[in-house]
């Protein structure tokens, strides 16, 4: 799968998902931005690991959830590479515990990062896209969003937000040659899912048909193939990569 000249901007590429994503698109030939929230030295980190190889890649600091931020992290995405091909919206919070114990400082973060933060970058960069006539967004969702999960309800109505709005973006931009898709992890091995203890871990993989937690790079193969020639009669779907969990 080769993504020669092509620019993609990774949202939450310091670490887990976003991280693994950046090493696949940019092993493919992509060049990536790296964005970060808070942690600067990890997302460094990822640049150097992927300039090491010979790939080109740069570390924007921006938080997601703020339409200015989210505007800023584009134009300078594009002041450094020229365009932007490829939006990878992966940035997110999740929250584990009772929804009658979550105060709305927990909730407007989970809602503000998952769904305005998905909605603040694809605004920033439709415009190009859609002049261009040429695009590819892949939102990161979760399986949750597709069959909720209970401690998780603001999460899983994040996600779902996530689902409905990828389908529906998928039908406004189709005309405009951009594809929109969203792919559900299901239990992936990252610092997300570090509050589970060793039990808590054993327990829940014995809901997974496939006997393992999800890789970043199980994640980061589904969306190097959504974003390859090889996906493109594909748009508007929610691609479930759970090791059929649900
Ligand atoms: P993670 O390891 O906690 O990493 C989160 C990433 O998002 C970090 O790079 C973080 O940046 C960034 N981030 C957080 N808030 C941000 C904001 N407001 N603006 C910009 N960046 C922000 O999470 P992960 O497990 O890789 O999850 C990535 C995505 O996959 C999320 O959307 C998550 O909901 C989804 N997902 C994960 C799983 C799973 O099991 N792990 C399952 C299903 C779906 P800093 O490093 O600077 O803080």
Known sequence: ?????????????????GRGIALELSNAGASVVINYVSNE????E??????????????????????????????KSKQHYGKIDILINNAGVSHNGLFMDMDIINIKK??????LGIMNTTHAVMNEMIYRKSGIIVNISSIWGNCGAS?????????????????????????????????APGVIDTEMNGWLSEEEKAELMEDIPLGRFGTT??????V?????DYA???????????????
């Open 224 to 228: 190097l193939f959504l974003c390859s």
């Open 110 to 115: 989970i809602l503000d990062t998952d769904v």
């Open 46 to 75: 990822v640049v150097k690991e992927i300039t090491a190889l010979g790939r080109s890649a740069i570390a924007i600091k921006a938080d997601v959830s703020d339409f200015q931020q989210a505007k800023e992290l584009m134009e």
């Open 151 to 183: 401690c998780e309800a603001v999460y899983s109505g994040a996600k779902s937000a996530v689902n409905g709005f990828t389908k529906a973006l998928a039908k406004e931009l189709g005309p405009s040659n951009i594809r929109v898709n969203a792919i």
């Open 217 to 222: 790079k199980d994640i980061a193969n589904a």
């Open 41 to 44: 030295k990890m997302a460094e």
């Open 1 to 17: 799968m080769n993504l020669k000249n092509k620019v993609a901007v990774i949202t939450g590429a310091s670490r887990g998902i």
């Open 232 to 246: 493109n009669y594909i748009s508007g779907q929610i691609i479930t990569v759970d090791g059929a969990m649900i």
